[in-house]
């Protein structure tokens, strides 16, 4: 038997590819005219990108459509190229970003995300280029809490890659789970599937240079922090409680995982929110509602730094539900403590990288 390309094409024509719906040779994936040497072939198939669910199933297509058309004695080499460039590997992500801090609580409602929102807007007022990760997937509480709910990312082509542009306000660079799914729709997902998808908002976004960039960890200690350890070499962590007993002792556990031998990701400092109760007719007065000074005993305790006790205040709950968070007001009380807040993560930031060698991405393993 004589081989020679038509064949070889006509063979391709008979299998679809799911991507497009269309075969092979419609949807322009055989690279160049087939390479024969006798009863060797060899293709070149160009799928969009590297993590194309179809690709292993449409290469063992093409193969089987040459031996079913043509011969089962034609050895086949079947070779990929991509239109994108493929994802960076683990450790060369984010290249251009300076610092990778994780805002973290060892149980919900101690306000973990309001510090976030507004330490990311307060280094913005300090003149740095802040990007902000909600990294609560299941439960995204950011495109709220910016008032850009109803915003859409697009994706774009750099350097070869097509990746998702971040959400732009109040000059932080956004990006959330929450851009993709229905704000009244639960995001019922299982780890592997949360996981991916947190990966895809690292790796396949264009967050460019940033100065920070704050990542949003849900509460607790899970698949998600156990994912951003193994992905992204974390700068440090700042941990928020508030000052009962029952927040502070899992404070100590979320201090412990970054702490963990295995982990080794040193903790900036830790933040004590709802630290006491002003009302506003009284501003002299300080009521402690949930106990004092728990934090700053636990901090001093830890060996860790306390960058901010944050008092209850009405404005700051109100201001985020309307998508205007504290920070952005500078005069008030609240903008100042934050602002003070942004101040001592960056002087401790900065201390942090004089002192220590940069965090390695570690190699966590679950727990049989």
């Given amino acids: ?11 391709l024509a008979t299998v679809v590819y799911p991507g497009t719906k269309k075969n092979l040779i419609e949807s322009e994936m055989l690279a160049d005219t087939p390479s024969i040497d006798g009863m060797n072939v060899r293709i070149v198939l160009v799928f969009p990108r590297d993590t194309d669910p179809f690709l ?13 058309h043509i011969s089962p004695d034609v050895k086949v080499t079947i070779e990929t190229e991509f239109k994108s460039k493929p994802r ?4 060369k992500m984010l290249p251009n970003v300076k610092n990778i801090i ?15 929102v507004n330490l990311a807007i ?4 300090l003149g740095y280029k802040v990007g902000l990760l909600d990294a609560d997937v299941l439960g995204p509480s950011i495109p709220k809490m910016f008032d850009v709910e109803n915003e859409r990312p697009y994706a774009s082509e750099v350097d070869g890659r097509q990746l998702i542009e971040p959400i732009v306000k109040y000059g932080v660079k956004l ?4 851009f993709f799914v229905a704000p009244d729709t639960a995001t019922v997902w299982r780890g592997g599937m949360a996981t991916s998808v947190l990966k895809q908002l690292i790796a396949d976004a264009d967050w460019g240079e940033l100065d920070y960039f704050i990542i949003d960890t849900p509460p607790g200690t899970g698949d998600i922090h156990l994912t951003l350890l193994q ?7 700042i941990i928020i409680s508030t000052p009962q007993a029952v927040a502070l002792a899992d404070a100590r556990k979320g201090i412990d995982m970054y702490q963990n031998d295995k982990v080794n990701v040193p903790i900036l400092g830790l933040v004590e929110n709802m630290a006491w109760f002003t009302p506003a007719e009284l501003p002299e007065n300080k009521y402690y509602i949930f106990g004092k000074e728990g934090c700053k005993n636990l901090a001093k305790e830890m060996g860790v730094p306390l960058l901010a006790q944050l008092p209850i205040v009405q404005s700051i709950c109100e201001n985020g539900d309307e998508g205007r968070p504290s920070a952005l007001d500078a005069e008030t009380i609240t903008g100042q403590a ?3 807040l942004a101040q001592a993560v960056v002087t401790v930031t900065n201390r942090r990288n004089k002192e220590l060698a940069p965090t390695r991405i570690v190699d966590v393993k679950r727990a049989n």
């Fill in 56 to 68: 292993r199933s449409t290469v063992k297509a093409a193969e089987a459509a040459i031996h079913y």
């Fill in 122 to 125: 307060s280094l913005v007022r």
């Fill in 175 to 178: 990006l959330s789970v929450g």
């Fill in 102 to 116: 994780a805002v973290s609580s060892g149980k919900g409602g101690v306000g973990k995300s309001t510090v976030a």
């Fill in 1 to 11: 038997m004589t081989l020679y390309p038509k064949l070889i094409v006509d063979a």
């Fill in 338 to 340: 934050f602002l003070s």
């Fill in 88 to 91: 960076p590997e683990v450790g």
């Fill in 231 to 237: 992905t992204l070499s974390i700068t440090g962590a």
